[in-house]
């Protein structure tokens, strides 16, 4: 530092410096020269340190007021006053008013303020102005504007009628509200002034323009006068306590001299006086209500009492205008929460919340919202594609924040900084919102927030560095302009609010409530439905084996009748022959709901089989030989060993292969059977999403092919697409019965099928251990 001895002074060490955020701003050394300052010892009020202007003050010398008593100065009156005050009152670091200096023929008639601070009395002496008229005219003024400030329904029209009405009380020609953002770069939000300057509103300004020595200040003052900011300053003398050796804090004082940042700053804007009021929000600072003049002025104590008091109510104040307007904002996110969930609950599908309106975009200010859920996606409005989606979830789903059990949620407002992937979409999801609603399947909802490519207006390039050659070498000035210098926040875009994040939390908790209860009504369903197949399996078999016998009987008494009937006539025979034909198909019919019945209660005995050799047997049931020419089969390779019920799956190959070999045109059909593994590039068309992940075996034959209208038709028991004695016959029951096995196993079954090309039947075993041979 260039102050050595660390005391620092304004006017000897200002035009040095070459940071602002090294400035000591709280003990600048030098007060504004058109008051004066004492500072007595606490014990006694000796007079320890006087400024340097005060003979034009007080008409009295530095040197002649050093360890003299304050009486001396202010009268013997006075000074009990003072003391007092002083032990009687809360004067620490908390300046009151606590007399008038009577003028005389040395000094004009002076407002003398008094506070303490680390063990010293200071005392400050500035011109009167006390009028009681304009005293109870202010007093008006600021009853009307804590009326006006109530009345506000949104956090900017309060700070508009907060600028308006501290205008309306001071005269300034300029009056804003300044905001912090994060990152402390500020932000003009609102503004009254002179209808003939240029508008500063929606202005955004580096942070460095009032750097954190000065926002620390602002949190312990609630006012900072600069009437004049190009006005001589005054030192202190001497600039250190003799009783301490420091030099005076000085961070309550209203003389307080102002740094040569901030007054060449001001002469950079044109700007003559300034006042200061912080707003303060549990202690932060939320931001400045910023007065400017473009003349020198006084402010009366009674303006800056007032303007003090308004600060004060505004700070208290904004805090329930933004909680009013964030609990609007509230109640309409969570009605559209209940909107939500009253669909899906109503379609029975979690994508319910993101395919219908209201969506998942309506319950969040964002641009754009995907869900996934039965492993896909379900977007809307603008979001990643679905690649980059799936890298994102799986880079999501890695983080640390999903494994807390209270706030499983992921927050960003600059994804490209930790997922460098994402600079890629950036333009539509800089922001990105993600909370999980389960840990085992990995279901996400995200939201997105576009980066602010808004054109940022900001008071002169933020990354400019100006260096002026003055008398004491380089310093760093602020610019000399103002020119609009416009900026787009790259990859950054508006933060997530609290009460967004806690909102999409509750939206979690809801969808989470209505997963379990939809899970405890299949449960109960699923019970159900399994009691009542056990009674449908039941009845079949009994109805079944019951209906052979009388079946049977019928059967025989017609034989006999046909036999010993020898006077029967052409017709009267015929029909007996065809009762003896129904009696035949309806035994066979029998056998198919007896077999199926049988297939649906008997109990699945897994062993580990080699599924070439069950494919072999089923070959040489239905009377195939691979080595004869009346058919070609074709493996591309062997089969893989598995655990399943063989008896049950040779079953399954020999109703296809017989469909295969009957639905043909072709005297050497051609008939492939095979798998694919999960990892295989090439999935089945059409296939289920409950087959993601498993081996999917096939039967794929050149026949006659089936019209995709009659896909599920076919599974169903005794469903035919041709007549009774066409392509061999049948009672058509075998899809029915391969349906069920491989229902059985926890598979699905799904075809795909061209007329006059062929059909490919594709199924899954998930209960087999798959292992490929």
């Known amino acids: 530092m260039p102050w050595s001895d660390s005391l620092y002074s304004i006017k000897r060490h200002g035009l040095t410096l070459t940071n602002c955020d090294s400035e000591p701003v709280q003990m600048p050394g030098c007060i504004q020269a058109h008051g004066a300052m004492l500072v007595l010892r606490l014990s006694d009020l000796t007079i320890l340190q006087a400024s340097e202007n005060t003979f034009e003050h007080l008409g009295i010398r530095p040197a002649q007021l050093l360890g003299q008593a304050v009486a001396n100065v202010v009268g013997a009156g006075n000074a009990t006053q003072l003391h007092e005050v002083i032990y009687n009152d809360r004067v620490e670091c908390n300046p009151l008013y606590v007399f008038t200096l009577p003028k005389n023929e040395t000094h004009v008639e002076l407002d003398v303020c008094v506070h303490t601070i680390e063990g010293v009395v200071v005392l400050e002496f500035e011109a009167a102005s006390r009028d009681q008229s304009y005293t109870d005219d202010i007093f008006t003024q600021v009853r009307s504007a804590v009326c006006r400030l109530q009345a506000a329904n949104s956090v900017r029209e309060f700070c508009q009628h907060t600028a308006e009405e501290v205008r309306r009380m001071t005269g300034l020609d300029r009056v804003m509200v300044y905001r912090f953002h994060a990152d402390n770069h500020g932000e003009v939000f609102a503004e009254s002034k002179n209808d003939d300057l240029a508008p500063w509103l929606g202005l955004h300004y580096p942070e460095s323009d009032i750097p954190k020595p000065a926002r620390e200040i602002f949190k312990r003052i609630w006012i900072r006068p600069l009437p004049n900011a190009a006005a001589l300053l005054a030192e202190l003398v001497p600039l250190a306590n003799p009783d301490t050796g420091r030099p005076l804090n000085m961070t309550h004082c209203a003389l307080r001299g102002a740094s040569v940042m901030y007054t060449d700053y001001l002469s950079n804007m044109g700007v003559a006086a300034s006042l200061t009021m ?10 400045l209500i910023a007065c400017h003049h473009y003349t020198p002025t006084h402010f009366p104590s009674q303006t800056r009492a007032a303007c003090e008091f308004l600060a004060q109510v505004a700070s208290l104040q904004l805090k329930s205008a933004e909680q009013r307007e964030q609990l609007v904002y509230r109640l309409k996110l969570e009605g559209v929460h209940q909107q939500l969930v009253a669909k899906a609950a109503q379609q029975g599908d979690l994508m319910a919340l993101s395919d219908s309106q209201p969506s998942l975009l309506d319950a969040m200010d964002a641009g754009g919202a995907a869900l996934y859920h ?46 460098p992937a994402g600079a890629e979409f950036a333009n539509i999801a800089s922001g990105v919102l993600a909370v999980r609603l389960s840990r085992l399947r990995r279901k996400l909802i995200l939201w997105f927030r576009p980066e602010t490519i808004q054109s940022v207006n900001w008071a002169g390039d933020p990354n400019e560095k100006l260096l002026v050659q003055g008398p004491l070498g380089s310093r760093l000035t602020p610019r000399r302009s103002f020119e609009l210098f416009v900026e787009s926040v790259r990859e950054r875009a508006v933060p997530w609010s609290s009460m967004e994040i806690d909102s999409a939390l509750r939206l979690r908790l809801l969808v989470m409530e209505l997963v379990i209860s939809r899970a405890e009504r299949l449960a109960e369903l699923n019970e159900d439905l399994s009691n009542s197949n056990e009674e449908l399996d039941a009845f079949a078999y009994v109805a079944s ?106 079953e399954i190959f020999s109703n296809l292969i017989s469909n295969a070999l009957k639905y043909t045109h072709k005297d050497c059909p051609r008939i492939e059977i095979g798998y694919l593994t999960p990892n295989e590039s090439t999935a089945p068309p059409t296939a289920p999403i409950e087959a993601n992940g498993h081996t999917v075996f096939y039967v794929r034959d050149d026949g006659i092919g089936i019209e995709p209208r009659h896909f599920e038709q076919i599974f169903r028991m005794f469903k035919r697409l041709h007549g009774r004695d066409e392509f061999g016959g049948g009672v058509g029951a075998g899809l029915t019965v391969v349906k069920k096995v491989v229902q059985r196993h926890g598979g699905k079954i799904w075809l795909d099928s061209t007329v006059g090309v062929g059909s490919t039947f594709y199924f899954t075993l998930p209960s087999a251990s798959e292992n490929a041979l």
């Not at 707003?279 to 600072?285: R, S």
């Open 545 to 650: 084996h019951d209906l052979k016998e009388p079946l049977r009987g019928i059967h025989r008494y017609a034989y006999q009748l046909l036999e010993g009937a020898q006077v029967l006539d052409a017709e009267n025979r015929q029909r007996v022959e065809n009762l003896m034909r129904l009696t035949v198909r309806m035994d066979s019919l029998l056998d198919s709901l007896l077999h199926f019945s049988r297939v649906g209660r008997t109990n699945l005995e897994f062993e580990t089989v080699d599924l070439n050799e069950i494919l072999e047997e089923a070959l040489e049931m239905i009377g195939v030989r691979r080595t004869e020419n009346s058919c070609t089969i074709d493996l591309p390779r062997k089969l893989p060993v598995i655990q399943c019920d063989p008896i049950r799956v040779r």
């Open 374 to 419: 039965m492993d896909r996606w379900c977007c809307a409005g603008n979001t990643p594609d679905v690649t980059q989606l799936d890298a994102l979830a799986e880079w999501l789903n890695q983080r640390p924040e999903f494994d807390s059990d209270t706030r499983p949620v992921f927050v960003t407002n600059a994804l490209s900084s930790e997922y």
């Open 278 to 287: 912080p707003i303060l929000i549990e202690g932060e600072l939320w931001g």
